[in-house]
């Protein structure tokens, strides 16, 4: 988990101890897995520069795939991981930045920069790329990501300006 936040939130970011430094808001109503969603705030000289928090999509290929995705104060993704899947190996991990370059097709976007109908797989009319044979994974990916954002969002001027 350290070393998947250190990758969605760049070091040049934060000056403090993110592990230390959080917020829990409310989390049930975005389908992300869990009623409340810690959230780790990055800070450079005490503002908030970014954010940090795991999410879940709850309906993988082969359930949970849990991941963790860093946001900009202005809502644009740092970074998207995976830090655990049961997904189906040589199919469905591709989802893994070990595996291919995939989840770094998250990074800079964000809620203004795609419209929610591009917040799918190609093959659903958005711009990120299924796999072959293995739709479901990515599909599910995309859209987790997607309501982790609307969350941020929800709760952005609270969490900016704690
Ligand atoms: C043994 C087995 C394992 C599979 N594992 C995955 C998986 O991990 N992820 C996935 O998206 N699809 C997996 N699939 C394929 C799905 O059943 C489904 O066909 C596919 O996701 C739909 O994508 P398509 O429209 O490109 O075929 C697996 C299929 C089989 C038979």
């Excluded at 995705?69 to 995976?82: A, E, K, S, Y």
């Excluded at 991990?93 to 591009?118: H, V």
């Amino acid at each position: 988990m350290i070393k998947s936040l250190e990758e969605v939130v760049p070091a040049a970011l934060h000056d403090n101890d993110m592990l230390q430094d959080t917020l829990t808001i409310p989390s049930a109503d975005f389908n992300i897995g869990a009623n409340e969603t810690t959230v780790y705030l990055a800070k450079k000289s005490g503002k908030v520069t970014a954010v940090c928090f795991k999410f879940i999509a709850p309906d993988g290929y082969s359930g949970a795939i849990n991941m963790i995705m860093g946001v900009d104060r202005d809502g644009n993704i740092l970074g998207v991981r995976v830090l655990s899947h049961k997904e189906t190996p040589g199919l469905g991990d591709k989802i893994e930045a070990a595996k291919s370059d995939w989840i770094l097709n998250f990074t800079g976007r964000s809620l203004d920069n795609l419209t929610s109908a591009q917040w799918a797989v190609k093959k659903d009319g958005g711009v990120f790329d299924q796999f072959a044979g293995a739709t479901i994974t990515p599909r599910k990916s995309v859209q987790a990501t997607y309501r982790g954002l609307q969350l941020f969002k929800a709760h952005q001027a609270q969490l900016i300006n704690p």
